[in-house]
């Protein structure tokens, strides 16, 4: 069994900064053989991608954090990272990493306040 556990949620000012880690435990071979994600869901709103990483690294952004937000990975600790800068309200959401194509963390409440 996998399991994602994010965490580094929590209340900011719009403008300011907040890091969001997920980390990867379980039954799982290689992370750096899987492609992780950040996803995020506000109220009353269908969950989106917010930045991906293929397992060869490659990046993915939502327009709509472009420029602000920058994703990564430690495969060796089988954690990947959501580092959100210039935070807006409307930023605010449940963040859930994916791994692959079938994982999913629980969720961490990210809420910007204006």
């Known amino acids: 069994q996998v399991q994602l556990v994010e965490s580094g949620g929590g209340l900011v000012q719009a403008g300011g900064s907040l890091r969001l880690s997920c980390a990867a435990s379980g039954s799982i071979f290689s992370l750096n053989v899987m492609g992780m994600g950040w996803y995020r869901q506000a109220p009353g709103k269908q969950r989106e991608l917010v930045a991906a990483?293929?397992?060869?690294?490659?990046?993915a952004y939502a327009d709509s954090v472009k420029g602000r937000f920058t994703i990564s990975r430690d495969n060796a600790k089988n954690t990947v990272y959501l580092q959100m800068n210039s935070v807006k309200p409307e930023d605010t959401a449940v963040y859930y990493c994916?791994?692959?194509?079938?994982?999913w963390g629980k969720g961490t409440l990210v809420t910007v306040s204006s």
């Open positions: 990483i293929s397992s060869g690294g490659n990046i």
């Open positions: 994916k791994l692959g194509s079938s994982y």
